[in-house]
């Protein structure tokens, strides 16, 4: 008893352990669970252009900084014989080039990619750094003081007075002191969003400016948008200058952040940045890979992911075979098949998924059949069984060699794949059921190479099954599962299917 | 037709899976097979324990030995070769009888000496042992039908299968041999299973492919008159060979010789389940009962007479 609780505990432990892993690895690193789910894919490119005057020209662009649920990666820039470097300044990240004695017409890029994920953190701490106020004339502090007391008393808090001065602005007919700042202050959105910052410092509101891009497949030349964000109960909030807060910002990469100026220049003129994005479709698990290699999460150090693509290839195979051994113990310890020879079925399944399932099934019985015909003269020839084997594996060669020739000639090219059967196998096979024709007769042989071909059917709609290919090469762990139903099956003392029919006649009786 | 599991557990069948985990798995101590699945260790370790075994001639071992087979064969009476680690029946070469250079199959079908020799051939490359692994040859003599089986088996002589549980006769059944099992006596190559009452030696229901039987098919003998004598001695024998292998569920498969009487002809260690159809009983409530014997039976004789106490057939 003890030693069947063991096995239960042990077949339930090694399932919860790769049903675990699994549920870590698709909730945590963010595994898509099937295959058939995308994921899109941004790459952000910042093109830089000025005109140079033979001086030493210095460029720095203001950088991305890192973002919650904004996973970025491959970041790149690309400039022709320019010196390149990144660097902090103030607290903030720069892409800084330089180069002497530049003349003519200058483009330069830097790229990033980017990917949403929704449970990515970045790791940065949050400040803020704060900067001088404006300098505003009487009248202007005049209507400062009406804009903001007016928004001050209409609210409860730094977010909802934000709001609130936010749809002041926005409205169609402002009141005179918002006109007044309209008029004299704001003729983009660049200005508006400056003006609305000035007024919320104002008030001692802790504000920031924000360049945000909207991550949208096929823009071209696009300037930073300009936001805001608010710093309030611990946390900062954005807002869009002209629909106020944003609860969910969706699609939205924030590029600049703060004081700092977007793009400095030197020695050059006419610069300007703009901002082109496209969007890609990967699959997600080539997305959860990006990332956990680029974060470097260990476990990811120890997946097939590592290996070259050629032998990922071959693994993703391999890793099939336990499951096809599981067909092969649940049809032999539950239904109670007969097969000739016990994993033989596994690999003929290997074989049909190479050849597909028809064309290997004929080829199957083919080469069987006429090496079934080829062995029984081969038994006159009174030969050790050493010697028979090799010549029926020779005879199997040329079998196959013929049929594939042939094939091919009345067009069908998919003869090609009979290589791809064990040969070794396919003689062995015809060597036994020679054996089991003589000794017992052609209605065995129906009854065991049926068997083994219905198993190998079975194993390979098992094998081919996209879910399953799937689980077994990106969690390899679920093999761990199919061990504990292996093990637990093992442990099965019930009846098999077979034998409620074998064993039918005696109840009859009663 | 198919049945109700729990219909099966009724009845005390016991199926594939239990025998071989609760009672296979439980009671045969691996390290002991080879005593069993080597025919010839077999042999050898029963006439140790004085358990009588078909004459034997001697074996081949080597591919260089058999162009010397012909010194083992006896000159004039029959013969069987049989590879040492087979099993089901298959590479068993019966001749019935020798006439000079010409052997005679129970069919009739006639062979020589070649033939004979590129069947030993076989059998040492092992094609008829497990996974194909080489072989020996063992050459004994031809067991003798006995009277009381005339009619009931053709060309092959019946073997006696008994189920030893722990040394304990749990079962038992003849098996006869059919013009479809080609002389030999096993059940899947198409002989008739009759089970044989424990207490008696009287037949109690016959098989054939798993099937209900009544006459038998080639000579239409009423199957159900059988009875096989010296039951005692042949209850005897099976049980000896517990104390033989220590094996714990075994099938003893015991032949009748015309003039030297029962002998063992082989061991099992995963004896077949059809015994339970050819006895119209399931096994299991047989065996449940040994398991709860309370008193310790020291010897053979105290054991036999347990079964022949408790096992009553009731069919
Ligand atoms: N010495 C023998 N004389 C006559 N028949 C034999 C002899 N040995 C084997 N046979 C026949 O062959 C059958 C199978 O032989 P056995 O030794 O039980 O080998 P297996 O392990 O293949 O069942 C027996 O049931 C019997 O009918
Ligand atoms: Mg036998």
Known sequence: ?510 | MIIFPSELKKLGILGMNARNIDYIGKCNDRKLYPLVDDKLQTKQLATQHGLKTPEFFGAVEYQGQIKNIEDLLPKKSGFVIKPAQGSGGKGILIIHKRENDIFYKPSGESLTLIDIKRHTSNILSGLYSLCGKDDVAIIEKLIEFDEVFDGFSFEGIPDIRIIIYKGYPVMAMIRLSTSMSDGKANLHQGAVGVGIDILTGKAISAVQYDRPIFHHPDTGKELLKLEVPYWEEILYLACGSYDMTNLGYLGADIVLDKYEGPMLLELNARPGLTIQIANSQGIIHRLSMIDEVSVTHENIQQRIDFSLKNFKNNV
């Open chain 1, 1 to 510: 008893m003890t030693s069947k609780l063991q096995i239960y505990l042990f077949s339930f432990l090694l399932i919860f352990i790769a049903v675990a892993t699994m549920a870590y690895k698709v909730k945590y690193l963010d595994f898509p669970l099937f295959s058939g789910e995308d994921k899109s894919i941004f790459n952000i490119e910042a093109k830089i252009k000025f005109e140079g005057t033979g001086e030493n020209a210095f460029i720095s662009l203001a950088l991305n900084e890192e973002q919650d649920e904004m996973f970025v990666y491959n970041e790149s820039a690309s400039s022709l014989n320019y010196g390149y470097t990144t660097a902090q300044v103030d607290g903030y990240k720069r892409a800084e080039w330089a180069k002497r004695h530049i003349r003519g017409t200058q483009t330069i890029y830097y790229s990033i990619d980017v990917i949403e994920d929704s449970s990515y953190i970045s790791q940065k701490t949050k400040k803020y750094i704060s900067s001088k106020p404006l300098d505003m004339n009487s009248i202007m502090t005049q209507a400062t003081i009406a804009i903001m007391d007016d928004a001050e008393i209409n609210s409860a808090d730094d977010l909802s007075m934000t709001a609130k001065l936010i749809e002041k602005f926005a409205k169609e007919e402002p009141t005179q002191a918002v006109g007044l700042f309209k008029r004299r202050y704001i003729h983009s959105d660049n200005d508006l969003r400056n003006t609305l910052v000035t007024l919320l410092k104002f008030k001692n509101v802790q504000v920031r400016r924000l360049g945000v891009l909207k991550l949208k497949d096929g823009q071209k030349n696009v300037k930073l948008t300009p936001m805001l964000e608010i710093f309030s109960k611990n946390r900062w909030q954005l807002f869009d200058i002209h629909t106020g807060k944003i609860d969910r910002p969706e699609n939205l990469f924030v590029w600049q952040r703060g004081g700092v100026s977007l793009l400095d220049a030197e020695g050059v003129i006419n610069s300007k940045v703009s901002f082109s994005i496209s969007e890609n479709a990967i699959s997600s698990r080539r997305a959860a890979l990006l990332k956990s290699s680029a974060s470097e999460i260990s476990l990811m150090d120890f997946s097939l992911f590592i290996l070259p693509n050629e032998s990922q290839n071959a693994f993703k195979q391999l890793l099939l075979i336990p499951i096809g051994a599981l067909v092969v113990v649940l049809l032999r310890v539950l239904i109670g098949v007969k097969t000739s020879g016990t994993f033989m079925s596994v690999l003929i399944a290997m074989a049909f998924m190479q050849t597909q399932l028809i064309p290997g099934l004929i080829m199957f019985l083919s080469v069987v059949s006429l090496g079934l015909i080829v062995r029984s003269y081969l038994s006159y020839l009174n030969l050790l069984l050493v010697a028979r084997i090799s010549a029926v594996l020779i005879i199997v060669v040329g079998i196959m060699a013929v049929l594939a020739v042939i094939a091919f000639k009345l067009g069908f090219e998919d003869a090609i794949t009979i290589t791809f059967f064990p040969m070794i196998i396919l003689a062995w096979t015809i060597e036994r059921m020679s054996i089991v024709w003589e000794e017992d007769g052609a209605k065995e042989v129906f009854m065991q190479g049926g068997g083994s071909l219905i198993v190998a059917v079975l194993a390979y709609f098992v094998m081919i099954n996209p879910i399953i290919q799937f689980w077994t090469f990106n969690f390899p762990e679920f093999l761990l599962a199919v061990l504990g139903v292996i093990i637990l099956v093992g442990r099965y003392s019930g009846y098999r299917l077979s034998e409620l029919y074998r064993f039918a006649s005696m109840v009859k009786k009663k």
